[in-house]
């Protein structure tokens, strides 16, 4: 037989509504969880005593100098310490403070009394309790600290917050006295061993100036270290230095002359050397030079007076490169006395250096020691200064490292337990596990919940949709509003045939209780009101219950007839709907087992077909007995009923699996027993028709049967099932 299957539905992914549907579903339990744990949040709140609470707050300052370090740094100097609060919190809730505490209250006696019945507690275990009592917290972006402590008892609170804020106080205080004292010992007995080894020192250099044989102690002098820098020395070594330039200037002076014509120094040395001689013979060969060219107008070249002049000019051109050679010479002659003058200097510096340091060499030691001595007279200097800070640092009180900025006042009103934020809270845990619970459930049920999970898994078409509550359509009439559902399934149902010979058909399902029994007499009979002639044929010969139903004997059925008991007419019952007839499953003898595959069995069926339209088959549970799967392979078409959130998946899916194992037409699933209600994705399958049909009364709809066009002229009922009988 073919079998109608359809493509795989597209993975769904969880919209808003499917959410909300799980709530509804589920809102039993949440309700449920929500009331309970409201209750016992309202219990618990008013069960637990009361209790008062008081603040105190503190300043607190790092200190600044703990290992004796002299007068304390600015707090604004101290680098900042991460740890410093919670240092402090944790040594607030220490043995030190508490201690103190429970010493000046007597704590161990009152409390003794107070929770032991008046067994004196031991400190650890008051510290414990006080422990629980007080709270600690820093005030945001300052150097403040709250102290809380909360008691049954408003006075009680806030002494214990003014005790405990005192007390570390006190600590501080005592902690800063013991660190200055053992402070000053240290340094004192440091300065001892100092001045010790000064005098030792002193000793040391006196023994090394006398062995020296050193008279004047240069070393005296500010800023005097025993190495090149004497006053000789450095004389001489200026000396050479300022030789050393003129003799570089005037050499290079010299090769510059020296490279320039006779023409070219007669014009430059007068600028450059100082000269009276040159001087004034350059200015009489210019007056000559003058004169010569004035007679030259006048009077020829052979003129007596013009070979005077002209002999004198020769003469003082002469005597100028006479003289200018001369001035050459002698600064050759400076130059070499300059170099040997800086040669003599480098020998005298190098002899004063040769000196000197020898002279260094003997009396290093004693200069070593000089200075070793005047770094130890700073430090023993400093080390004074440290001892005089640190005693008067201990004799300023050290108010400013713990300040009480607020003392603890008794509360007027209890803060524990805070009913109202308690009783809210509870509601909101309670709400949040009720739905947590809801969803918890919710996933691990793997039964069917929509249509998109049975046709993603079945690959199966869903040819109906049956609401909750249904009642039996015989009972309550063609106008029944549960009817509709089962109208559609039977439309469904005709458009799934592939012929109109195909008229036998069987529900089966997984297991027990699923609605196989309803809704095959429910669908039975819809086709009866629709002019059919249908036949319901109670086949769970083990555990029949369609007999019951239509309150009719089960002593002659359907075993009867297969085993030729009694004739097909003796067997087939009437029923109060007109069209529809019923065959009960009759006894089961022993020796009737596995009488549903027998050949009386299928021509049985065949006759049948011959005499109904239709053939309801109502079988047991799939997964049960084989009776179901060897019906499948009879009959020609196959539904499988569903119910809505009642056995797994994978069970389901089983009984499918077997009916096309055994060679059954499968045409689809029915869903049933679905909660309208709450399940607003089915609405569409039913309420819609609901509220269209019966949102009006019964004169509205007959008056617009009547007012509608050509109503007289339709013939028999107009339903969608007569012209799908008409089409095949």
Known sequence: MDQSQTPAAPEAKLHFLDYWRVIRIRKAIIITVFL????IATAVTFILPESYSSTARIKVENDGNDSGGGIAMPTSMLPYDPYFIQTT???????????????????NEKWGKKYFNGEKLKTSETMEILKQHMSLAPVRNTKLISITVYSDNANEAALLANTIAESYKQYRLNTRKEIASTGLDVLNQQYLDESNQIQQE???IEKLRRDLGISVDMADAPGYTPTLNSDQLQLI???LIEGERDYKELSAQLDHLKSLGIEELRDVLPNIVNDPALSDLLNKLHEAQQKIATLKIDYSPDNLTVTRVQTLIDTLNQQINDRVTGILASMESQVSSKKAALDALSVAVDEAKAKDAVESAKNQPYYDAKRNLEQMRDQHRLLYAKMEAERIDAAIPKTTMVQVTDWAEPGKTPVRPNKTVNIILGLVFGLIMGVGLAFFIEYLDTSVKTIDDVERTFQAPVLGV???????LFQEGAESKHAEAYRVLRTNLLFSRKGENLSTIVMVSAGAGEGKSTTTINLATVFAQGGNRVLIVDSDLRRPTIHKLFKVANNLGLTNYLLKQNTLSEVVQTTPVPGLDFMASGKLPNSSMGILGSTQMREMIAELKQRYDFIFFDSPPILGVSDASVLASEVDLVMQVIQYRRYPQPMTIRAKQMIEKVGGNFVGIILNNINMSQDEGYYYYSGYYHDYYYSRNASEQEAEAKNAPGAADKPGSGDAETDIKQKY
């Open 466 to 472: 049956i609401p909750q509550n249904i009642g039996y």
């Open 36 to 39: 309970i744990t409201a209750i």
């Open 89 to 107: 919190f944790e040594i607030m809730q220490s043995q030190l403070v508490l201690s103190n505490v429970i010493s000046k209250l007597d704590l």
């Open 237 to 239: 070594h200026n000396q």
């Open 202 to 204: 002193q000793a040391k």
